[in-house]
């Protein structure tokens, strides 16, 4: 492992001898174009290994300079970039550790990850009846103030865990704990919440309530509400439990952000966004505590995808209100285009049914959310705009109907570079591989998820068939059609483990695999195409490739150091990467030697010290996490 950094303040000409001396013949430094003054830096990074990102075919550069507005000025050798140098640049001693892009996070939902801190958490874990009882018991003695009305919100149920396998999920279970407060179990995978009857008669939910729209009420043969909602179903009872406290609430953001800098991220595009998160974000940046940059993607009810025109001016309005915030991009609009695709839910859209448990044919092809000419008309109108679309499709049914309505817009507007995108990609049919590339379209894929565990395998295989199921995950398929990818985490569904996402899309494995890779003769990717998937990648989705993604020069010093190699490790070490530094802008945001670093590492289990039902739910599938957060509450 590389030693600690060695950060100092010294003369202009001390130090960087030596350390090019090292490596006679190092890359000569790279400077932007047409600069006529040679401006000093802040900063200067040496003895280090620096992956730029960049098309040069030369050795990793030794050296990397950053000016004062946070800018790159140069790369290359120690001894081409102390040129750079001025009489308060500071120095890090890199002592020989690598250097890269910070890690741009194409799908996930930080709002949404702190308040989940505001909650007890059942861990992700599968429980029998009793046990889970006896676990939300504590809650309800760790909470005996708030009875007999406040609610008991229990985060990270798993909705396939109820312990004997086909134990059903009902009211009545829960009704039996011995209070008269309403009890909600959120689910980890976002589309499914648990309620006890006095939460669904707080909400007035009953055998004659409708289903609403992307929504279903479960039912028990009579009719009757068993308690359980899928997707925005739980909107029926979220709207009835009260926010957190706003000071609260920031403070747990503030330290969530904290956290994913922690881990090297440098941007988020949250996938999820409503007005109270924009407010959550401006509040965050007035107080100094906003460090990613952010592309927030603003939802779209269902009923807003069905007219275009009155969806464009409301989010054409939370620009105009929220469009100042600094550290805010403004740009994506996010849809929801079908569920999820394991057992029970079932409800990602798919072309040819879905099989019953011995494998024959059911009526079920999953729930679609808008039509291909609804989806058709919104993708026109906002392609028109300037907007992006960012559009949730897991089954293959929903990925040609995300394509279809991106290539009407295509047709009328002409290629106009929005980089409209189609996140999760669970499922995706061969002959639509080569439309990606064709219709400019990018692929946003979690591939922590590309391993064999109970949700590839136990709730997926036998509905699926073998050959859909060697279908899963199509990254490098996708690749070799030329389709541009990039990489997101859809945190907080999975605990944030930025490197063994990345290590997992190389092996197809991970960490927390139960039962080995799935398929990697056919899907894992390179090294090289997982770094730059969540790089370089991200940033093109985002389109903030002018800004960051690469270290060259008149970029943002937007940049991890890291205790080792990433492109030379054996692959599974890549899983256990430690970041050392985390600068954005060129100013640090995590310092791992620093008191708050050590906090924050302490904070954060790594794989091998999670507990093992933790690590074996590690992959849970799907959540697009803000389905799981109404209008009015953090992110959505």
Known sequence: MTPELSRRHLMAAAGLGAAAALVPGAPAAAAPAGTKTRRSAALIIHDARVLTGGRSSGRPAEALAVGRDGRILATGSSHAVRRFAGRDTEYLDARGAT????????????????ERTLNPSLQHESYTVP???????????????????????????NPIGLLPTGTVS????????????????????????????????????TAATPDPPGGEIVRAADGSPTGVLKDDAQDLIRRHIPGPDEARLLDACARTLRQAAAQGITAFMDALVTP?????????????????????????????????????????????????????????????????????????????????????PTDNRGDLYASSAEFGRLATVF?????????????????????????????????????????????VHPD????????????????QWATRNTWTMEALA?????????????????????????????????PLHTWNQIRTAVDREGADSEQGALYPEREALSRASALRLHTAGSAHQLRLDHLTGHLTPGRAADLVVLDRDVTRVPVREISDTQVRLTLIDGKPAYEADSASGTALRSAAPSPENRPAALRAIHTNRHAHCGCAHPPGRGDG
């Open 276 to 360: 109270s998160g924009l407010d959550t974000y401006a509040a965050l940046s007035r107080s100094g505590r906003l460090l990613q940059r952010i592309a927030p993607a603003v939802r779209l009810e269902t009923e807003q995808v069905k007219n275009p025109s009155e969806a464009l001016a409301y989010v054409r309005d939370l620009r105009r209100r929220h469009g100042g915030v600094a550290g805010l991009h403004f740009g994506v609009a996010k849809v929801f285009l079908d569920g999820v695709i394991e057992y029970p839910a079932q409800t990602a859209a798919l072309l040819r049914p879905y099989l019953d448990e011995q494998g024959r």
């Open 432 to 447: 639509d591989f080569a439309r990606f590339r064709r219709l400019g379209v990018v692929a946003c894929m979690q591939l």
């Open 170 to 205: 009902h009211h009545t279970l829960l009704d039996a704990l011995p209070t008269r407060r309403p009890v909600a179990l959120v689910g980890n995978d976002g589309h499914n919440m648990w309620v006890n009857r006095r939460a669904l008669d707080i909400a007035g939910i």
């Open 99 to 114: 250097v890269m892009s910070g890690i741009i996070d194409g799908h996930a939902h930080p709002l949404g990850a702190a």
């Open 383 to 427: 392609d028109r705009a300037g907007w992006q679309l960012h559009a949730h499709a897991i089954g293959d049914r929903a990925v040609r109907t995300a394509l279809d309505g991106y290539e009407t817009a295509l047709r009328a507007n002409g290629r106009r570079g929005n980089r409209h995108t189609i996140a999760h990609l669970q499922l």
């Open 131 to 157: 046990r889970l009882q006896e676990t939300l018991r504590g809650f309800l003695a760790d909470s005996a103030a708030d009875e007999p009305d406040g609610w008991l919100v229990a985060e990270d149920w």
């Open 462 to 494: 036998p509905y699926l068939g073998p050959d859909r199921h060697r279908l899963l995950y199509p990254a490098r398929s996708l690749e070799r059609h030329g389709a541009a990818l990039s990489g997101g985490s859809d945190w907080p569904v999975d």
